[in-house]
C-alpha cells in the first residue's frame, strides 16, 4: 500500500497529507524569530565594556594605551606567546651583494627560537 501511494505521488504529483511525527516536530520552529539576536545583545551588554568618554586628546591618549596594553596583556602575549617576549633571538649575516651604486646584505632573523625569517637588506 505504501509502495503504491509513493508511486502515485511520483506519478501524479500529489502529496498524501500523512505525515511522520518526526516531520510534523521539523516543520516547527526552534526559536522565536529574534531569539537569537537578543540572546547575542545580551551576553555583549554584561560582558564587554563600554568606551569610556573622553574630553581631550590627552585624555585619548592615556585610554587608548591603556586599552592597547590590556589587549595584549589578555589576548595576545597568552600561552607560548608570552615565552615569546623575552626570548632570545638572533641575526646571521649571510653574503653581500654588489651592483652598480647599491649593495644588498642577506642576513636571517630569528623571531621566535626556532623560526628563522629570511631577509634582504638594501
Same mark, same amino acid.
Do not use: C
Given at each position: 500500500?505504501?509502495?503504491?501511494?509513493?508511486?502515485?505521488?511520483?506519478?501524479?504529483?500529489?502529496?498524501?497529507?500523512?505525515?511522520?511525527?518526526?516531520?510534523?516536530?521539523?516543520?516547527?520552529?526552534?526559536?522565536?524569530?529574534? #531569539?537569537?539576536?537578543?540572546?547575542? #545583545?545580551?551576553?555583549?551588554?554584561?560582558?564587554?565594556?563600554?568606551?569610556?568618554?573622553?574630553?581631550?586628546?590627552?585624555?585619548?591618549? #592615556?585610554?587608548?594605551?591603556?586599552?592597547?596594553?590590556?589587549?595584549?596583556?589578555?589576548?595576545?602575549?597568552?600561552?607560548?606567546?608570552?615565552?615569546?617576549?623575552?626570548?632570545?633571538?638572533?641575526?646571521?649575516? #649571510?653574503?653581500?651583494?654588489?651592483?652598480?651604486?647599491?649593495?644588498?646584505?642577506?642576513?636571517?632573523?630569528?623571531?621566535?627560537?626556532?623560526?628563522?625569517?629570511?631577509?634582504?637588506?638594501?
Amino acid at each position: 500500500m505504501r509502495r503504491l501511494r509513493f508511486l502515485l505521488a511520483l506519478v501524479s504529483g500529489v502529496v498524501f497529507a500523512q505525515t511522520s511525527p518526526i516531520e510534523s516536530a521539523l516543520s516547527k520552529p526552534l526559536l522565536a524569530p529574534n #531569539q537569537p539576536l537578543i540572546e547575542v #545583545q545580551v551576553y555583549t551588554a554584561a560582558h564587554v565594556k563600554s568606551m569610556p568618554s573622553v574630553g581631550s586628546v590627552a585624555q585619548w591618549e #592615556q585610554v587608548s594605551d591603556q586599552i592597547r596594553n590590556d589587549v595584549l596583556d589578555r589576548v595576545v602575549h597568552q600561552g607560548e606567546a608570552k615565552n615569546w617576549l623575552t626570548a632570545k633571538t638572533s641575526i646571521e649575516w #649571510q653574503d653581500t651583494l654588489t651592483g652598480p651604486g647599491y649593495r644588498v646584505r642577506k642576513l636571517r632573523y630569528e623571531a621566535i627560537p626556532g623560526l628563522w625569517i629570511p631577509a634582504l637588506l638594501y
